[in-house]
């Protein structure tokens, strides 16, 4: 049990207007948590501050050696004003997995959960409430040592701030196109891929700029080894439906073992559908295109919970799917999931956690 | 041609003494060179200011997305008062290789190499003259947009500091013992690997703290795909001579183009040694250390210049090389790169360039 200290802002911010877009990732809230570490000492002095700048040495580590972390996860406001967390447990779990493998201490995950809720808490007039709306809350784990060797840090900044987000699709539910990556790689079995670090998502700008260029909105990677497995989506875990057993690669270590993902196939199978997790080859999806058994193609991750994917496309191939539309399996799981996250819905698996 | 500003500090720091061991990268000047770049803008305001801490908000870039880069050289104190910095013509390359594949604004070379000069210039009493020691130079840039999306931030800072180091081996040129890493990879082609960017430190810290508590000081890494192939030690490029050969693994594109590694082989092929850049596996290692042709191994880099090597370890095999002793070559190489970084030498490259 973290002892909080709280500070509350003397110059409180005005409150994003109801109109306000909230366009993702560029407003904050007026607080954020904080808490440091330092060898032998442990994680101390966990406290809610006001939103502010951090003051860092420009030797430190952070800089130089990415040792950073991050993870990202939303709260809701139900109709009945509850606050809900979403799976914060799958969340905190995955944040101490990332730790170990890039040697950042873990965080007990009572405490970590514990931050989460009192920083909310502290900020929850900032939860929208339209349509679609939510508090996206970015914890993260930066490594501050004033050193310029290669080793783990002996200091750390754990911070966790929030951010009020609008509708990932204003207009309801809008298909992807995806552009499938041949040239550039993510990540590789042995690699840091399954770590929520910076590393990953430095590694997929420049494909990411190419796939803009080209009007495509997000990059679908294949593995590093054989150039021939599917990935994942550079921010989403990706699923397909195909002559109707749902498929997702498995998780091999160089992907992000998603929240989304884990709640899209417990879903999937309650309703009897066939799942499988297992290594999917973009020949597979081809194929399936070609003899018209890929019936649906969808991405999950915690930004926009479903994004259908409309097109696909790899080298010279372009792949229509769902005739560009939204698939049935796809509109179904946004409306389950996105019931159960705003208290609408039974929540049977006790997946939300209220603040 | 930049309008650098020079702020001085009314502050100065004491001037470690002559007796002050320099620990690596822990001892910093009393300025920095710091320059911003904004899309539409470009680069601005370059200015020379008090070493200083930075202020960036929780929500910048390079916290989460890894977006940043760096590069490391060297300036060194001629016996007659002269400052010298090696190569940095290369450095400044490199870093432009590495902007550009990471997304980040190119540096005009000759604004890049201005800035380095204009610091080292100020700083210039800071340069030890004690044996082995040097100026370490720290160029970076990191990425500062206050946003949590995945794309290349539109303002970033380029900052130069400068850390006096002691000699790498205080009791002069020192074997090390190499741990063949089997089970992690660092980088794989299509990836990042040949940028200096903190997304290949940070994967590399898990295998290096297990090589540290077996007892061997650094990683060398095989490639991602055949898992058999040599790359690179951590902060190092690797060199073998087998049979009167002196072989080193050609680039790739997932190791380092490290700048010693360049003078290394211009200076082996004027040497008259045969020399081959290629595909080097760990099983031509292992074949050649059994059938006694293993003569020397050593590394290459900025930090140590040249680093022995007395003993490698795969798997269960252990290779000790030259007794464990300093092989010739190794020596030849160290005697000669730092002879013309001190300007006892003559330097028929001009690979010094005069502040
Ligand atoms: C690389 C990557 N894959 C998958 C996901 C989806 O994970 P989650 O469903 O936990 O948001 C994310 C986003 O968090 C991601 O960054
Ligand atoms: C990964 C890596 N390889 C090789 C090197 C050696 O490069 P250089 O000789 O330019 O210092 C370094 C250090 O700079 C490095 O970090």
Redesign the interface.
């Known amino acids: 049990m973290l002892n909080i200290r709280i500070e509350k802002t003397k110059d409180p911010k005005v409150l994003p207007g109801k109109d306000n877009p909230l366009k993702?990732?560029?407003i904050?809230t007026d607080h954020?948590f904080i808490m440091n570490y330092e060898t032998g000492k442990g994680w101390y002095d966990p406290r809610v501050i006001p939103?502010?700048?951090?003051?860092?040495?420009?030797?430190a580590m952070?800089?130089?050696?990415?040792?950073?972390m991050?993870e990202g996860l939303k709260a809701y406001k139900t109709d009945d004003g509850r606050t809900l967390l979403f799976r914060p447990d799958k969340n905190i779990e995955r944040a101490n997995r990332t730790n170990r493998?890039?040697?950042i201490p873990e965080i007990p995950e009572e405490d970590f959960l514990q931050a989460i809720k009192t920083v909310v808490k502290v900020d929850e007039a900032w939860i929208p409430t339209k349509e679609g709306t939510s508090l996206?809350i970015?914890p993260?784990i930066?490594a501050t040592d004033?050193?310029?060797?290669?080793?783990?840090s002996d200091r750390y900044l754990f911070?966790i701030?929030l951010?009020p987000v609008g509708a990932y699709y204003p207009e309801g539910l809008n298909p992807v196109k995806i552009w499938i990556e041949d040239?550039?790689?993510?990540?590789?079995?042995?690699?840091?891929g399954e770590a929520k670090?910076?590393?990953?998502?430095?590694?997929?700008?420049?494909s990411?700029?190419k796939a803009h260029d080209e009007g495509y909105s997000q990059v679908l990677w294949l593995d590093?080894?054989h150039?021939k497995y599917i990935e994942e989506v550079?921010?989403m875990n990706i699923f397909f439906k195909i002559n109707g057993t749902v498929l997702t690669p498995e998780l091999n270590g160089s992907i992000l073992p998603g929240v989304t993902r884990d709640s899209v196939l417990a879903l999937c199978r309650e309703w009897g559908l066939p799942t499988e997790e297992r290594k999917i080859s973009i020949d597979e999806i081809k194929a399936a295109h070609e003899n018209g058994t890929l019936e649906e193609v969808w991405g999950t991750g915690t930004a926009a919970v479903i994004s259908p994917v409309g097109q696909l496309r790899w080298e010279n191939h372009i792949m229509q799917v769902q005739d560009g539309g939204i698939g049935p399996i796809s509109q179904k799981l946004y409306d389950t999931i996105t019931g159960i996250q705003l208290g609408r819905l039974e929540d049977i698996h006790n997946w939300t956690v209220e603040v």
Chains 1, 2 share one sequence.
């Open positions: 993702f990732g560029t904050f954020m939103y502010q700048p951090l003051n860092l040495e420009p030797s952070v800089f130089h050696y990415g040792q950073e991050f493998r890039i040697c996206y970015r993260f930066i004033p050193y310029l060797g290669v080793r783990p911070i701030i951010s040239e550039y790689v993510r990540a590789v079995k042995g690699g840091i670090t910076g590393a990953n998502y430095v590694a997929s700008m420049k990411q700029v590093g080894v150039r550079g921010a």
